[in-house]
C-alpha cells in the first residue's frame, strides 16, 4: 500500500497493561506468587481455587506496591478505593467472577512522558490504573484444553491509558517507559518472557480531519516492545485497506502472530459486556492517609527521567543513556560519581559501562531491567578513569581493566601492573626508542612516504616505537615525537 494512500489516515492507540506486582504471595491468597518453572497447578491455595468458604485477605504489599507505581506515573493516590466482582464465567476462573476495581480504582489521573528517537517526547495521559487478581491459564491442544491455576490470583494493577498515541514508534517509546517506570520504581521484576508485564494495544483509524474515531480492534497480550510497535503498524495498514475498500472495521479482539507478524481475529466486541459488576461485600475498602501515601512513596529511588534530567549536561549519545537505563545499578553509579569527581570521569565511566552493556532493553530482549548487578566501587573507578586521562593507561587497556572490576576485581592500578600495562608517558625515554626506529634502514621507505604526505604511514613507525618499548610506550607522545622529528 502506498504512502500516499496512508497519509490520508490517522492512527489513535490507546495501550491497557497488565503489570504483575512483586510481592512474595498472592493477592488474596497465601499461595506463592513466583510460578515460573513450576509445574501446573502446583502454587495454589483453596482461595485461589475458589472453594465454597475460602475468604480472600488482601495483601497489604500490593497495596503499598500501587502507591509506588502511582508515583510513577505521577498520578494521585486515591485516599479510598474498592474492591468488586466482575462476573464472566471461563474455565481459568473458578470463582466465576474476577476481583477488581471496577468504579474506586486505587490509582487516579496520571501522565507518562516517552521520550521518542528524534530527541522529542510524547506525552501519554493516564486515565487510571486499577489492582485485579489475575486468572488462570489454558493451554490447548487437538481436541481438548488444560487448566493451569498458578497464575489465577496473581496481583495486578491495570495501567489504562488515554487514547494519545498516534504513531507504532510512540506506542513502542511508550511501553518501554512504561517498562522502565515499573521496574524502577520497584513495582514489579518486569521479566516479560514470563508475562511480568502485558500490553493490549486498542488501534482505530479515521480520515485526516475527522472528529469521531473509528471502530477499534484490541490487539491482546502483547509481551514485548517491537511486537507492540508491529502490531500496530500492521493494523493500522489492515484497517487502511479496509477502508480503501469500502468495508467496514469491525471491533473485536485479535491476538499477534510473531511468527508471521499479522494480527488475526479472536472475538466479535461489538457491544460493551454487561459483568454485571457489583461490590466485593468480602474485601473492605482500602483506606489510605495522605502521611502513609506520603511515606511509602518516599521510598521510591530515582525513576529514569531523573537520571536523565542528572545526566543532560554530560553529552551523551542517547543509545548510551538507553544502555546506562537497562541496568538500575550501574545508573546509580554513575550518578553517585558526578556527585564524588568530575563531569568528564562520569562520561567516560559512562562510555565504558554502555559498552559493556551493549545495547539496552530492546525490541526483543525479554529480559528484565538489571537490579542485582555486583556493585563496582566509586574509588576505582575514578582511579581507573583517572589514570587513562593521564595517559598510564591505553583506552584498551582501560577497557580491559574495568571489566575485570566488573567481574569483582579490585584496585585498578595494581591489576595494571600485574598485567604490565602501564604505559611509559616520560618523553625523554620515549624520544630515545623514537630516534632508534628513525634511524634503522627498515624505517626509510615509510619515512619517506610521510615525507610525500601519505600520513597513514606513520603507523608502521609507531607500531615499531610500541615493539621496541614491549607495548609500554604511549602511542599518541611516540605519534607526536615522530611528527616533529619529521
Given at each position: 500500500?502506498?504512502?500516499?494512500?496512508?497519509?490520508?489516515?490517522?492512527?489513535?492507540?490507546?495501550?491497557?497493561?497488565?503489570?504483575?506486582?512483586?510481592?512474595?504471595?498472592?493477592?488474596?491468597?497465601?499461595?506463592?506468587?513466583?510460578?515460573?518453572?513450576?509445574?501446573?497447578?502446583?502454587?495454589?491455595?483453596?482461595i485461589d481455587f475458589g472453594l465454597?468458604?475460602?475468604?480472600?485477605?488482601?495483601?497489604?504489599?500490593?497495596?503499598?506496591?500501587?502507591?509506588?507505581?502511582?508515583?510513577?506515573?505521577?498520578?494521585?493516590?486515591?485516599?479510598?478505593?474498592?474492591?468488586?466482582?466482575?462476573?464472566?464465567?471461563?474455565?481459568?476462573?473458578?470463582?466465576?467472577?474476577?476481583?477488581?476495581?471496577?468504579?474506586?480504582?486505587?490509582?487516579?489521573?496520571?501522565?507518562?512522558?516517552?521520550?521518542?528517537?528524534?530527541?522529542?517526547?510524547?506525552?501519554?495521559?493516564?486515565?487510571?490504573?486499577?489492582?485485579?487478581?489475575?486468572?488462570?491459564?489454558?493451554?490447548?491442544?487437538?481436541?481438548?484444553?488444560?487448566?493451569?491455576?498458578?497464575?489465577?490470583?496473581?496481583?495486578?494493577?491495570?495501567?489504562?491509558?488515554?487514547?494519545?498515541?498516534?504513531?507504532?514508534?510512540?506506542?513502542?517509546?511508550?511501553?518501554?517507559?512504561?517498562?522502565?517506570?515499573?521496574?524502577?520504581?520497584?513495582?514489579?521484576?518486569?521479566?516479560?518472557?514470563?508475562?511480568?508485564?502485558?500490553?493490549?494495544?486498542?488501534?482505530?483509524?479515521?480520515?485526516?480531519?475527522?472528529?469521531?474515531?473509528?471502530?477499534?480492534?484490541?490487539?491482546?497480550?502483547?509481551?514485548?516492545?517491537?511486537?507492540?510497535?508491529?502490531?500496530?503498524?500492521?493494523?493500522?495498514?489492515?484497517?487502511?485497506?479496509?477502508?480503501?475498500?469500502?468495508?467496514?472495521?469491525?471491533?473485536?479482539?485479535?491476538?499477534?502472530?510473531?511468527?508471521?507478524?499479522?494480527?488475526?481475529?479472536?472475538?466479535?466486541?461489538?457491544?460493551?459486556?454487561?459483568?454485571?459488576?457489583?461490590?466485593?461485600?468480602?474485601?473492605?475498602?482500602?483506606?489510605?492517609?495522605?502521611?502513609?501515601?506520603?511515606?511509602?512513596?518516599?521510598?521510591?529511588?530515582?525513576?529514569?527521567?531523573?537520571?536523565?534530567?542528572?545526566?543532560?549536561?554530560?553529552?551523551?549519545?542517547?543509545?548510551?543513556?538507553?544502555?546506562?537505563?537497562?541496568?538500575?545499578?550501574?545508573?546509580?553509579?554513575?550518578?553517585?560519581?558526578?556527585?564524588?569527581?568530575?563531569?568528564?570521569?562520569?562520561?567516560?565511566?559512562?562510555?565504558?559501562?554502555?559498552?559493556?552493556?551493549?545495547?539496552?532493553?530492546?525490541?526483543?530482549?525479554?529480559?528484565?531491567?538489571?537490579?542485582?548487578?555486583?556493585?563496582?566501587?566509586?574509588?576505582?573507578?575514578?582511579?581507573?578513569?583517572?589514570?587513562?586521562?593521564?595517559?598510564?593507561?591505553?583506552?584498551?587497556?582501560?577497557?580491559?581493566?574495568?571489566?575485570?572490576?566488573?567481574?569483582?576485581?579490585?584496585?585498578?592500578?595494581?591489576?595494571?601492573?600485574?598485567?604490565?600495562?602501564?604505559?611509559?608517558?616520560?618523553?625523554?625515554?620515549?624520544?630515545?626508542?623514537?630516534?632508534?626506529?628513525?634511524?634503522?634502514?627498515?624505517?626509510?621507505?615509510?619515512?619517506?612516504?610521510?615525507?610525500?604526505?601519505?600520513?597513514?604511514?606513520?603507523?608502521?613507525?609507531?607500531?615499531?616505537?610500541?615493539?621496541?618499548?614491549?607495548?609500554?610506550?604511549?602511542?599518541?607522545?611516540?605519534?607526536?615525537?615522530?611528527k616533529e622529528r619529521l
Amino acid at each position: 500500500m502506498s504512502e500516499e494512500i496512508l497519509a490520508k489516515y490517522d492512527m489513535t492507540i490507546g495501550i491497557e497493561c497488565h503489570v504483575q506486582l512483586a510481592t512474595a504471595t498472592k493477592l488474596f491468597s497465601p499461595a506463592d506468587n513466583d510460578a515460573r518453572d513450576r509445574e501446573p497447578n502446583a502454587v495454589v491455595h483453596p482461595i485461589d481455587f475458589g472453594l465454597p468458604g475460602m475468604l480472600p485477605v488482601l495483601n497489604r504489599r500490593a497495596v503499598d506496591l500501587a502507591i509506588r507505581a502511582g508515583k510513577a506515573l505521577n498520578a494521585e493516590v486515591a485516599h479510598v478505593s474498592r474492591f468488586d466482582r466482575k462476573h464472566y464465567f471461563y474455565p481459568d476462573l473458578p470463582k466465576g467472577y474476577q476481583t477488581t476495581q471496577m468504579y474506586h480504582p486505587i490509582i487516579l489521573e496520571g501522565y507518562v512522558d516517552a521520550p521518542l528517537d528524534d530527541g522529542s517526547t510524547v506525552r501519554v495521559r493516564v486515565h487510571h490504573a486499577h489492582m485485579e487478581e489475575d486468572a488462570g491459564k489454558l493451554t490447548h491442544y487437538n481436541g481438548y484444553s488444560l487448566v493451569d491455576l498458578n497464575r489465577a490470583g496473581t496481583p495486578l494493577i491495570e495501567i489504562v491509558s488515554e487514547p494519545d498515541i498516534h504513531s507504532a514508534a510512540a506506542a513502542k517509546a511508550y511501553a518501554t517507559e512504561l517498562y522502565r517506570l515499573m521496574t524502577y520504581a520497584g513495582v514489579t521484576h518486569g521479566d516479560l518472557y514470563h508475562g511480568n508485564m502485558r500490553f493490549d494495544v486498542n488501534i482505530s483509524i479515521a480520515p485526516k480531519g475527522a472528529t469521531e474515531l473509528g471502530n477499534r480492534a484490541e490487539v491482546k497480550n502483547l509481551n514485548s516492545f517491537r511486537s507492540v510497535e508491529r502490531a500496530a503498524e500492521y493494523e493500522f495498514k489492515r484497517q487502511v485497506e479496509l477502508l480503501e475498500k469500502g468495508e467496514r472495521i469491525v471491533q473485536e479482539t485479535r491476538g499477534w502472530n510473531d511468527a508471521k507478524q499479522i494480527t488475526t481475529s479472536q472475538r466479535s466486541k461489538e457491544d460493551a459486556q454487561d459483568y454485571r459488576y457489583m461490590p466485593d461485600a468480602d474485601i473492605p475498602p482500602i483506606v489510605l492517609t495522605a502521611e502513609e501515601i506520603q511515606a511509602i512513596q518516599a521510598e521510591v529511588p530515582m525513576l529514569p527521567a531523573e537520571y536523565r534530567e542528572k545526566w543532560a549536561h554530560l553529552g551523551l549519545d542517547k543509545s548510551v543513556v538507553n544502555s546506562l537505563l537497562a541496568n538500575q545499578n550501574y545508573a546509580r553509579i554513575i550518578t553517585e560519581i558526578q556527585e564524588k569527581s568530575d563531569d568528564s570521569v562520569a562520561k567516560r565511566v559512562a562510555h565504558w559501562f554502555a559498552s559493556a552493556l551493549g545495547s539496552a532493553v530492546s525490541d526483543d530482549d525479554a529480559t528484565p531491567v538489571d537490579v542485582s548487578a555486583p556493585y563496582v566501587s566509586i574509588d576505582d573507578l575514578v582511579e581507573l578513569a583517572s589514570m587513562t586521562e593521564k595517559s598510564e593507561l591505553s583506552s584498551g587497556s582501560a577497557k580491559e581493566i574495568f571489566n575485570e572490576l566488573l567481574g569483582g576485581a579490585e584496585n585498578p592500578r595494581a591489576i595494571a601492573e600485574a598485567k604490565n600495562l602501564i604505559q611509559v608517558s616520560d618523553e625523554g625515554a620515549i624520544a630515545t626508542i623514537v630516534d632508534e626506529i628513525l634511524a634503522d634502514p627498515m624505517s626509510a621507505s615509510s619515512i619517506a612516504d610521510i615525507r610525500a604526505g601519505k600520513d597513514k604511514a606513520i603507523g608502521y613507525l609507531v607500531g615499531q616505537v610500541m615493539k621496541k618499548s614491549q607495548g609500554k610506550a604511549n602511542p599518541a607522545l611516540a605519534q607526536k615525537l615522530i611528527k616533529e622529528r619529521l
